[in-house]
């Protein structure tokens, strides 16, 4: 360690005494910016990487979608975002596993990119699951008022 290196390390020290200065995490924010043309795409890299603590800014204008890496907040990206003048929002879309995302009408847009699906609740089928449960107990044995027809 050089004299450097002490140097930091001594002022490391001093420096946190007087202020404990919570640090910001990494963060990969991914949101849904409309873009048309290069012109569009650029300013909107532009505009993004101007941020401070913006480490990189990467955009699939195929799928409408930009990721920012960074040490950054969400809504701080997506205000600047839309600061542009395109419409912006949080990615809204997770890939489509059928397994674990059953049918729900919600959750299928025309307009998600192939292989996503929007992220919605999934509250189709514990309704379901309630429904059953009251016609199982309808024509019950241990409830002699349940079926009126027997």
């Known amino acids: 360690m050089g004299v450097g290196g002490t140097l930091e390390y001594l002022s490391g020290l001093l420096s946190s005494c007087h202020k404990h ?3 910001k995490q990494l963060r990969t924010v991914e949101l849904k910016v409309r873009m048309d043309c290069e012109g569009c795409e650029l300013k909107v890299k532009k505009t993004l990487s101007s941020l401070s603590g913006v480490k990189s800014v990467d955009i699939n204008r195929k799928q409408q979608k930009v990721t920012v890496t960074g040490y950054v907040e969400a809504n701080k990206v997506l205000k600047k975002a839309q600061s542009t003048g395109k419409k912006s929002e949080i990615w ?13 009408v919600q959750a ?29 107990t309808m024509f019950s044995d241990d409830n002699p008022n349940a079926c009126s027809i027997m």
């Open 21 to 23: 200065k919570k640090k």
């Open 108 to 136: 299928y847009d025309k307009k998600a990119p192939p292989g996503y699906i929007r992220n919605v609740e999934n509250t189709a089928t514990i309704s379901v699951g309630k429904q059953e449960d009251q016609y199982t």
């Open 92 to 104: 809204p879309y997770i890939p489509y596993n059928p397994v674990t995302h059953p049918f729900t």
